[in-house]
């Protein structure tokens, strides 16, 4: 059965800087893209930023290029996200999504259950 | 960024009706186009991809058409179990965009 299990969320001031943790299993995690989507309290859904099974190609939205930093360590089954100078708008819950398998971010097949990160002084 | 456009925004109907949700891309996306479930305090579950293809496991009660900008989801006769709010997500370009959601209630 796959499962991702993200950790990391919490409460953070304006500015500062937060990592999140996706724990995988139940698949081989190295031949599989994967991807970071987040949704604001009450609102919809959005792409947050992606990384090939390498690690070799990474895409990020618009919205936090420059201040998030996607990674993966194949050998400990687990994604990442580095989250710096958090800004108010980036209160979310974090989903980590398994890639359907594409060269960019298409397809969202099995996602986590989420971590919540609150960003406020 | 590809715009879309789901309506209706919410929907109330009732157990065994049919229900149909459209969502309208900004731009020509081909077939890219995918459909999601949340329900309520739970992760978003894949039903439908590239535009009518219905993923593994899910019911054939949904289902999905459609191709450019235009494109419609379909519950054929609504079970209480489909409360959710549903989504629509374009991957023709980056980047991947959804819709803002159609929230479907029991009537």
């Known amino acids: 059965e796959v499962q991702l299990v993200e950790s990391g969320g919490g409460l953070v001031q304006p500015g500062g800087s937060l990592r999140l943790s996706c724990a995988a299993s139940g698949f081989t995690f190295s031949s599989y893209e994967m991807n970071w989507v987040r949704q604001a309290p009450g609102k919809g859904l959005e792409w947050v930023s992606y990384i090939s099974s390498s690690g070799s190609t990474i895409y990020y939205a618009d919205s936090v290029k420059g201040r998030f930093t996607i990674s993966r360590d194949n050998a400990k089954n687990s994604l990442y996200l580095q989250m710096n100078s958090l800004r108010a708008e980036d209160t979310a819950v974090y989903y980590c999504a398994r890639e359907v398998g594409a060269t960019q971010p298409t397809t969202f097949d099995y996602w986590g259950q989420g971590t919540l990160v609150t960003v406020s002084s | 960024d590809i715009q879309m456009t789901q309506s209706p925004s919410s929907l109330s109907a009732s157990v065994g009706d049919r229900v149909t949700i459209t969502c309208q891309a900004s731009?020509?996306?081909?077939?890219?186009l995918n459909w999601y479930q949340q329900k309520p305090g739970k992760a978003p579950k894949l039903l439908i991809y590239d535009a009518s293809n219905l993923e593994t496991g899910v019911p054939s009660r949904f289902s999905g058409s459609g191709s450019g900008t235009d494109f419609t989801f379909t519950i054929s006769s609504l079970q209480p179990e489909d409360i959710a709010t549903y989504y629509c997500?374009?991957?023709?370009?980056?980047?991947?965009?959804f819709g803002q959601g159609t929230k479907l209630e029991i009537k």
């Open positions: 997500q374009q991957y023709d370009n980056l980047p991947p965009t």
């Open positions: 731009q020509d996306i081909s077939n890219y």
